[in-house]
């Protein structure tokens, strides 16, 4: 008697334009993810799904593949929009996971990474091997470069509108402070992304632009008291900073959530 196999449960997914066969978006889901878009949303997406409904017509979904883990599905949702399609012909609003490690559409010159080794700088002697290790075996580097590839792309439109703001490039001087800085949105504060050593989380913490001038550390002691903020001194050599309840530490994989919290920093800083 034949013996049904059960799928294996996570998957890619695309949705087509049946006006075109356009494909608009790439996915990765579990159960019915690929049903539950919202046409009600007013992004780029929401809006497309909106005017195909208008004409009659049902968006097409296509199961690309399936996988037995999540990472095997993040892995293949990210080489689609990145470089089989391409972000710029996609509704999607960022490259996905672990992007750094996979080629631009139409890029075939040589790239860190992929081509070439990587090559990170750090202090001389500040790491113990303990550090070491774990910025080696959790991918601490890497992860950092994935995410500020990824919150270049899709907070585009917030460095466009000003061009003071900055996001570093993958910052390991202080061993135990492994991040990305967002500067340019006040003169005495800075935003540290700090990648949690396990490499599975993020933290928002706010910094002094410049810790070692007293003036503008008043400021930004004032500037965050203000915000309702707690502010701390760190252990490490990174010093005070401060903290607010409503920017949670998030998980390092959901960026969409990790990008709109920074919106909600900006907008909470254009009003000081």
Request: a neutral charge; hydrophobic letters at 35%.
């Given at each position: 008697m034949p013996?049904?196999?059960?799928l294996?449960?996570?998957?890619?997914?695309?949705l087509?334009?049946?006006?075109?066969?356009?494909i608009?978006y790439?996915?990765?889901?579990q159960?019915?993810r690929?049903n539950?878009?919202?046409s009600?949303?007013?992004?780029?997406k929401?809006l497309?799904?909106?005017?195909?409904?208008?004409?009659?017509k049902d968006v097409?979904?296509v199961?690309?593949?399936?996988f037995a883990t999540?990472?095997?599905a993040l892995s293949?949702?990210s080489?689609?929009?990145?470089?089989?399609?391409?972000?710029?012909?996609?509704?999607?609003?960022i490259?996905?996971?672990?992007q750094?490690?996979?080629?631009?559409?139409?890029?075939y010159k040589?790239i860190s990474?992929?081509d070439?080794?990587?090559?990170l700088e750090v202090?001389?002697?500040a790491y113990?091997e303990?550090?070491?290790a774990?910025?080696r075996?959790?991918q601490?580097?890497e992860?950092?470069a994935?995410?500020?590839g990824n919150?270049?792309?899709?907070l585009?439109?917030?460095?466009?509108?000003?061009p003071s703001?900055?996001?570093?490039e993958?910052?390991?001087s202080?061993?135990m402070?492994?991040?990305?800085w967002?500067?340019?949105f006040?003169?005495?504060?800075s935003?540290?992304?700090?990648l949690?050593?396990?490499?599975?989380?993020?933290k928002f913490?706010?910094r002094p632009?410049?810790?070692?001038?007293?003036?503008?550390?008043?400021?930004?002691?004032?500037?965050t008291?203000?915000k309702?903020m707690?502010?701390a001194?760190?252990?490490?050599?990174?010093?005070?900073?401060?903290?607010?309840s409503e920017?949670?530490?998030?998980?390092y994989d959901?960026?969409?959530?990790i990008a709109?919290?920074i919106?909600f920093?900006?907008?909470e800083?254009?009003?000081?």
């Amino acid at each position: 008697m034949p013996e049904q196999i059960g799928l294996l449960p996570y998957y890619v997914y695309e949705l087509r334009d049946p006006r075109n066969n356009e494909i608009f978006y790439v996915g990765k889901g579990q159960g019915n993810r690929v049903n539950s878009h919202d046409s009600a949303l007013e992004d780029e997406k929401g809006l497309r799904i909106q005017e195909i409904k208008k004409e009659g017509k049902d968006v097409i979904k296509v199961i690309v593949g399936r996988f037995a883990t999540e990472e095997e599905a993040l892995s293949v949702e990210s080489t689609l929009i990145k470089w089989v399609y391409g972000l710029d012909k996609l509704t999607n609003k960022i490259h996905g996971y672990r992007q750094n490690n996979i080629r631009m559409s139409g890029d075939y010159k040589l790239i860190s990474g992929i081509d070439i080794e990587r090559t990170l700088e750090v202090v001389a002697g500040a790491y113990t091997e303990r550090l070491r290790a774990q910025i080696r075996d959790n991918q601490i580097g890497e992860k950092l470069a994935s995410l500020w590839g990824n919150l270049s792309v899709a907070l585009k439109d917030c460095f466009e509108s000003n061009p003071s703001l900055n996001l570093s490039e993958p910052d390991l001087s202080a061993p135990m402070d492994p991040c990305l800085w967002l500067t340019g949105f006040d003169a005495a504060v800075s935003l540290q992304l700090k990648l949690q050593l396990t490499g599975n989380s993020v933290k928002f913490n706010f910094r002094p632009t410049h810790p070692r001038g007293k003036e503008k550390h008043r400021e930004f002691l004032a500037i965050t008291a203000k915000k309702g903020m707690n502010t701390a001194n760190g252990k490490s050599s990174s010093g005070v900073y401060a903290t607010k309840s409503e920017f949670q530490q998030l998980n390092y994989d959901d960026l969409e959530k990790i990008a709109l919290q920074i919106r909600f920093v900006l907008r909470e800083f254009s009003s000081v």
